[in-house]
């Protein structure tokens, strides 16, 4: 994949794909995790875990500066 294929996909995620900034876009992000983990289950080689992780930590971050 060159970089303007991901340019390309990145402009469809990037709204989903952040650091929440306030509690609302955490509940989107957090949903959106939810919906991956029923797609990937327990499967640790999954395509999707990258993502996951990533969503994990952006998550994480909020939790640690908000609660």
Known sequence: MNINELIEH???ISSVI???QNADEYDQLA?????LLD???EDESH??????????????KYDDSHF
């Not at 949903?31 to 919906?35: E, T």
């Not at 395509?47 to 994990?56: A, H, K, N, P, T």
Request: charged residues 25%.
């Open 10 to 12: 990145w402009k469809h």
């Open 18 to 20: 952040r650091e929440p």
């Open 31 to 35: 949903g959106f995790l939810d919906k």
């Open 39 to 41: 797609i990937v289950g």
């Open 47 to 60: 395509e999707l875990i990258g993502l996951i992780d990533v969503i994990s930590a952006m998550i994480s």
